[in-house]
């Protein structure tokens, strides 16, 4: 086996330790294991040293050209980004794929492996929740992100009409969106495990990448130094 063939190997089994052991394991997002489960997730390398935005933006579209694929993950072991240069790089990609296509087919977010924890507010501890092992882009259909948001594919997954009078609907209280109530949950979750044991957590797996990499290559980026 290549050494780029390794690091394929390897960035995979790392990103799927984060996947199960912590989205998964934790419950930080309630459809990961069963779309993954389903086979609507696919993952891919990019294993260039100096990846470009013309190489990054390939795997997005090989992915967003495949409907069979709700979630999908580009991983990007040589990327030495900090995470707000993550974020910018992001930005540009995102236009990117809107000018092949002419309309945005996948919404693209920014994952990072030292992204610090802040539990002032649900939403400033995402990006904690999202530390993969390797700079990460996710990458969700935005047709199948608005049939979650909605409940089901045809947007009725909760309401029988049959069931419900006017009166009763109206005193029902309006729920946040769905994006929000998974914030808050997964802060309630890092609080109750605290915010020590998800970091240590995290930290293994970014250990276990470390040392695996530096069997692979030297030069690959170290990240679980000083997280």
Wanted: hydrophobic content about 40%; some cysteine; overall charge negative.
């Amino acid at each position: 086996m290549s050494d780029e063939e390794t690091l394929r190997s390897e960035a995979l089994r790392l990103y799927r330790r984060y996947a199960v052991e912590i989205v998964e394991g934790l419950s930080f997002c309630p459809y990961a294991e069963k779309t993954r489960e389903d086979g609507h997730t696919r993952e891919l390398v990019v294993t260039d040293e100096a990846p470009t935005d013309a190489a990054i933006l390939e795997a997005i579209e090989a992915i967003a050209t495949d409907p069979v694929v709700h979630v999908g993950f580009v991983i990007l072991p040589w990327l030495a980004l900090d995470q707000p240069a993550l974020g910018h790089r992001v930005e540009d990609l995102r236009k990117a794929h809107f000018a092949v296509r002419g309309r945005t087919v996948v919404a693209i977010e920014g994952f990072h492996p030292r992204a610090a924890p802040d539990v002032s507010a649900a939403e400033r501890l995402t990006p904690f929740v999202r530390r993969t092992p390797d700079p990460t882009l996710q990458l969700t259909r935005l047709d199948v992100l608005e049939r979650v948001r909605r409940g089901t594919p045809t947007g009725t997954a909760f309401f029988d009409p049959e069931a419900m009078d006017l009166e009763t609907l109206l005193g029902e209280p309006v729920k946040a969106p769905l994006h929000e109530r998974i914030a808050d949950t997964n802060l309630e979750t890092v609080l109750r495990l605290g915010v020590e044991e998800v970091e240590a957590r995290l930290r293994d797996i970014l250990r276990d990448r470390d040392a695996r990499y530096a069997a692979i290559d030297p030069r690959i980026p170290r990240w679980a130094e000083s997280t």
